[in-house]
């Protein structure tokens, strides 16, 4: 338990709501986090809940959108209606506009009740540094494959490594606010590795598809995604558009 920093615990908090739900996560009791906190001096979770709560509460009565706030406090767009109305019935999937995840754990928590339904969960990723119409018929086929769409984020920093240190063009949080806007989209995930193999190795998706100018043979995460019962699925390709070539016609134009 001395492991435990109080960043990790703050942290920790964020995702739940009691100190017996922070110690099941961690495999511990509920007094061992209690002891924690009184060492850090960090208040209940529930305490912090509820300001949280409050605030939300109150942007959203001064007009705040919905989705704005779910970027801001990192919660899902479902959480936040939960939140500012709780007798409200939920939208349905896809009517709904999701946050950005920088954690597939946390993820896994929210697709275990709906592969319980049946629910087909189907992946992708990429940088998407500049979205175009191509972006737009990928994702929407992608999404015709199944119930569920997730689309990884690749993070600045990776993104610097495979295009560039010109590239990203639009930081990581934008970009994948935007992802998360599109209606295809359902969860958007911030990623920090080169390729999606740590996340999908997590998320273990039904489908993960790629655009056509790729080989299935040629991709690192095959080998995970099949590993887990999934299958690559590799889309029609729109020839000729392209960040890289928007970017081109603009600084010769």
Known sequence: MAQISRDQLKQLQKRYHTDAAI????????QMIYK???????????????????????LYETGIEPIKLAVRFELSLTQI???????????KMRETKPAVYRSAQELVEILNPLREKGKTVV???????????????????????????????????SVK?????????????DRAT??????????????????????????RPDIHVKGGDYLPENLPEKAVV??????????SFKDGVSTTKIVEKMQNS
């Open 123 to 157: 992946t992708t990723n990429g940088c998407f540094d500049l979205l175009h119409a191509g972006h737009l018929q990928y994702l929407t086929e992608a999404a015709s494959l199944g119930d569920i769409l997730i689309i990884g984020i690749n993070s600045d920093a």
């Open 178 to 203: 935007i992802m998360a806007a599109l209606k295809p989209v359902d969860y958007t995930l911030i990623f920090e590795e080169d390729d999606p193999c740590a996340f999908l190795e997590i998320l």
């Open 23 to 30: 110690g099941n996560r961690l495999g511990v009791t509920r």
């Open 81 to 91: 209606y939960r939140i500012v109305n709780p007798k409200t019935k939920e939208p």
């Open 36 to 58: 924690l906190r009184r060492l850090y001096g960090i208040p209940a979770a529930e305490e912090l809940h509820f300001k949280r709560n409050r605030e939300i509460i109150h």
């Open 226 to 235: 099949e590993a887990h019962g999934g299958k690559i699925a590799i889309l």
């Open 161 to 173: 490594r495979l295009k560039g240190s010109t590239r990203p063009l639009q930081t990581e949080q």
